[in-house]
């Protein structure tokens, strides 16, 4: 792991965040000291918070991917949800009394993290400035559309088959990218983990989805056909 100091960095390159949403650039460069913001690269494959630690800042992704996964007492791993670039990350820990994570998060390519000490967005500064309210409201517009996904897969794994399954998952990838090309991030074994069915079960739903005229793909993309 590198940390990199973020006074080096051109703010500029977050300015298309949600969280900083209709916040002067120069307000942001306030805030980055405000919010005590530093940037560490990991590396594919590399945990950035364990299960159990103890979390005081929140997470954004400035590059690469992030997943959140869950560990059983067998060691069996599911992963929860994924982050992309400007998605938020451990927001929920950090903001609780009870700040032991429960979860881990792992680097799942080569990532630049930037993380903010979520304390002092709930908490104004003593000039109460209007850029951090409007911080504070970016903060709790995020923490809604989080929870909207955490619906929408629980609608997914709802559904009684695995061609409903993964029917309903491309569909909301679909609508999120406004597109019937679908660019997935996961790789087979991840998309299999993120929907909790069987991997050689999903590749051949999946060649008989194709057969039956539903969808196509080559690799990573998808193409929905009805």
């Known amino acids: 792991m590198e940390k990199s100091n973020n006074k080096n960095r051109d703010v500029s390159d977050y300015l298309a965040f949600p969280l900083f949403q209709s916040i002067e650039e120069e307000h942001v460069e306030e805030l980055m000291v405000c919010l005590n913001a530093h940037v560490r690269r990991y590396s594919k494959g590399q945990f950035i918070l364990f299960d159990g630690e103890n979390v005081s800042h929140m997470g954004i992704v400035i590059q690469g991917f992030v997943h959140m996964m869950k560990e059983d007492v067998w060691g069996n791993q599911t992963l929860l949800t994924y982050m992309a670039r400007g998605d938020l990350f451990g927001e929920s820990f950090a903001m609780c009394r009870e700040?032991?994570?429960?979860?881990?998060?792992?680097?799942?390519?080569?990532?630049?993290?930037?993380?903010?000490?979520?304390?002092?967005i709930l908490t104004p500064c003593k000039n109460n400035c209007a850029f951090h309210q409007r911080?504070?409201?970016?903060?709790?517009?995020?923490?809604?559309?989080?929870?909207?996904?955490?619906?929408?897969?629980?609608?997914?794994l709802s559904k009684t088959t695995l061609r409903e399954k993964i029917l309903a998952f491309l569909s909301m990838q679909a609508q999120q990218q406004d597109s019937k090309y679908i660019l997935l991030s996961l790789s087979r074994a991840e998309m299999a983990s993120y929907l909790c069915i069987n991997r050689s079960a999903m590749i051949r739903e999946l060649s008989a989805m194709r057969e039956d005229g539903l969808i196509d793909f080559d690799k990573n993309t998808f193409i929905l056909r009805q």
């Open 135 to 156: 911080l504070a409201r970016n903060m709790f517009d995020l923490l809604g559309q989080k929870n909207i996904q955490l619906m929408e897969k629980i609608e997914i």
């Open 99 to 120: 700040t032991n994570s429960f979860v881990s998060f792992l680097s799942a390519s080569d990532t630049e993290i930037l993380f903010l000490d979520t304390r002092h």
